[in-house]
């Protein structure tokens, strides 16, 4: 098959001062420290997306979702390479007492919540390069 740039919509989760971040299980950034979210499904809304991944993922509602910025993420080192347009968004937990459950254990080590001013590492590179270069997820106050 053709090799052609895909889309993955994913979605900064804020608690607090916090956002959840899982470590990776795949090919793609192995152990590393990376947003929720997946590919878009045809048809589907970049809000849509976000919520049906995070479900997926950890089982958590969301509300509030809003587009925050896009990035192009190239992965030519990977046994087989990749490209993603990625789509980030920002969200507020539905009930701030849900907490995350690890349901695809097989794709990621455990969800936690991360103070964005300590957060793990290593992360996931396109998310390092987003940090290193200022990004913040947060409303401004
Ligand atoms: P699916 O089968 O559930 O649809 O997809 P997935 O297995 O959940 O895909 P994913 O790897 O979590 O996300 C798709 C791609 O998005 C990923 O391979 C690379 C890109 N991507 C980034 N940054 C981030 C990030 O912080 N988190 C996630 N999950 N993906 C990211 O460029
Ligand atoms: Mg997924
Ligand atoms: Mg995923």
């Keep these: 098959m053709e090799n052609r740039p895909r889309v993955g919509v994913v979605v900064f989760v804020l608690r607090g001062k916090s956002v959840l971040l899982g ?3 795949s090919s793609i950034g192995d152990s590393t420290y990376a947003l929720p979210g997946g590919h878009l499904e045809f048809g589907e809304s970049f809000e849509e997306c976000a919520a049906r991944e995070l479900k997926e993922e950890t089982g958590l509602d969301i509300e509030k979702l809003e587009f925050l910025t896009v990035r192009n993420s190239v992965f ?3 046994p087989k390479p990749s ?3 990625v789509i980030f968004l920002r969200a507020a937990l539905a009930d701030p007492l849900q907490e995350p459950q690890n349901l695809e254990p097989d794709k990621c080590h455990g969800w936690d919540w991360y103070e964005w001013n ?3 590492q290593p992360l996931f590179w396109p998310l390092e390069k987003m940090v290193q270069s200022g990004f913040n997820p947060f409303p401004i106050d």
């Design 23 to 25: 470590q990776r299980r």
């Design 76 to 78: 030519l080192e990977n």
């Design 83 to 85: 490209h993603y347009v």
């Design 118 to 120: 300590n957060l793990p």
